[in-house]
């Protein structure tokens, strides 16, 4: 079995992999990511995701697993089955238009795919495009007791600050240093890949 992954721009066809996706993550995951949202409004959100706009823009770890089986035969055919998967997106969402207003940055990584620098990976890409478009600095809105994305955003956007907004929730902004996205996200993504 042989596996690449890439970050890429999301395309509409995406939908179906980030919806089953989003059916293989844990309960806790889906409601860190999505405040509670169910249904949909978790749907609606999905279908965003996969269809850019100017204000809304995510991209994806997308996966291509190859399986070959040789088979017993005579002439020894090879076989080869391919299955592609996504298992993070990030998106940025421009507030109101796209010249008033805060942008916020929101991801998911898959339970069992986290820890491997896929959520550093696709938060450099979002940072490429943030700082293309000029923006100083993001938004992110974390649940009080999402910890593991507090600490994320640390490590991934140095100099980020965090406030408490109250509702069990904090707000980071997160400054746009295109060079720290690349120096620590996308070249370390190659070696993953
Ligand atoms: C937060 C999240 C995106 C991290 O994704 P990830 O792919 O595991 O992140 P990376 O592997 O790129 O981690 C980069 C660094 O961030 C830090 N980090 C990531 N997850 C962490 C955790 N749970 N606890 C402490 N530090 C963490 C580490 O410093 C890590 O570097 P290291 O692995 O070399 O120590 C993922 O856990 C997730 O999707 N959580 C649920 C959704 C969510 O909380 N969204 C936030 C609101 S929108």
Redesign the pocket.
């Known amino acids: 079995m042989d596996t690449s992954l890439w970050i890429r721009p999301t395309r509409p066809a995406d939908e179906a992999a980030l919806t089953a996706m989003l059916a293989r993550c844990s309960p806790?995951?889906v409601r860190?990511?999505f405040?509670g949202a169910v249904g949909a409004s978790a749907t609606a959100e999905l279908r965003r995701e996969a269809n850019w706009s100017p204000t809304h823009r995510s991209w994806v770890a997308a996966a291509r697993t190859v399986d070959r089986t040789t088979s017993d035969g005579p002439r020894g055919e090879v076989h080869a089955a391919v299955h592609a998967e996504v298992h993070?997106v990030i998106t940025l969402a421009w507030g109101g238009s796209r010249t008033v207003g805060e942008v916020e940055?929101?991801?998911?990584?898959?339970d069992g795919?986290?820890?491997?620098?896929?959520?550093?990976?696709?938060?450099g890409a979002a940072v490429l495009e943030a700082a293309r478009e000029g923006v100083p600095a993001l938004l992110?809105?974390?649940?009080g007791s999402?910890?593991?994305?507090r600490?994320?955003?640390?490590?991934?956007a140095p100099g980020a600050t965090t406030r408490f907004v109250g509702a069990a929730e904090f707000e980071m902004d997160l400054p746009v240093r295109p060079a720290a996205a690349l120096a620590t996200g996308l070249e370390r993504w190659e070696a993953i890949a």
């Open positions: 806790d995951a860190r990511r405040h993070g940055v929101a991801f998911l990584v898959e795919w986290t820890r491997h620098g896929i959520g550093r990976a696709l938060f992110a809105r974390v649940e999402n910890d593991g994305a600490r994320f955003l640390r490590a991934v």
